[in-house]
């Protein structure tokens, strides 16, 4: 059982560059969210999906479009990507109902330079 | 933006001690409280959580303490191990885990 699974696991990006952050789960749950994580911050919530075709803004969005065509994936397109956007992020899925616990990938980190 | 206020943000724990982080939530709809357990390169993975009717909750030498009239909550950990040794997150969740807001983080040390 992989759990969630992100790639890549690192990456270099140049000012003005697209790329998209891969999430997949295949513990078939519902809710997925995508975080990023700098340090003294915590983690800040991105974007969240309830399901298929679902998606909303959480707290730092900007700079950030999802899309959930099916239930196991939800990548995380940056479209112009900016050294604010330098960060580590994580991907996360959980069951909407009874066990309330996130399952977290390993992370992506992310450098623009 | 509701927020999640936790200190310290380092603390340094001799093996066999306790150790204790605290948490400060603002008014805000919240289904429970849950603690995020991350090691370096690694995702952060819950550890206990603890929802608002419930004071206290014991799990080994995890325990959370809950008090709802100040607005805090705070995690202890008996008997620190050096395997405890991480960056240790406390949240609030609402709608289950679809939606956390975490606390700055705590990097927890402890010395053999």
């Known amino acids: 059982n992989a759990g969630v699974t992100q790639t890549p696991k690192f990456q270099v990006l140049k000012t003005g560059q697209s790329m998209t952050l891969q999430c997949a789960q295949d513990m078939n749950h519902e809710y997925m969210s995508w975080y990023r994580q700098d340090p003294g911050m915590g983690l800040r919530l991105i974007h969240y999906s309830v399901g298929a075709g679902i998606t909303d803004q959480g707290e730092v969005p900007n700079g950030y479009n999802v899309s959930r065509s099916t239930t196991e994936d939800f990548p995380l397109r940056l479209l112009s990507a900016a050294p604010s956007q330098t960060s580590v992020y994580f991907c996360?899925?959980?069951?909407?109902?009874?066990?309330?616990?996130?399952?977290f990938g390993q992370g992506t980190r992310l450098t623009v330079v | 933006q509701q927020q999640v206020k936790q200190s310290p943000q380092s603390l340094i724990v001799q093996k066999g001690g306790i150790s204790i982080i605290n948490c400060a939530y603002e008014?805000?709809?919240?289904?429970?409280f849950p603690w995020y357990q991350q090691f370096p390169g690694k995702g952060p993975a819950l550890l206990i959580a603890?929802?608002?009717?419930?004071s206290e909750k014991k799990e080994g030498r995890f325990t959370i303490s809950f008090n709802k009239s100040a607005k805090q909550f705070s995690l202890h950990i008996m008997d620190s191990q050096p395997g405890d040794s991480a960056t240790y997150f406390c949240?609030?969740?609402?709608?289950?885990?679809?939606?956390?807001?975490f606390g700055q983080g705590t990097r927890l040390t402890i010395n053999p």
């Open positions: 008014n805000t709809a919240f289904d429970y």
């Open positions: 603890i929802r608002p009717d419930v």
């Open positions: 996360a899925s959980s069951h909407p109902y009874g066990n309330t616990e996130a399952f």
């Open positions: 949240a609030d969740a609402f709608q289950g885990a679809q939606k956390l807001v």
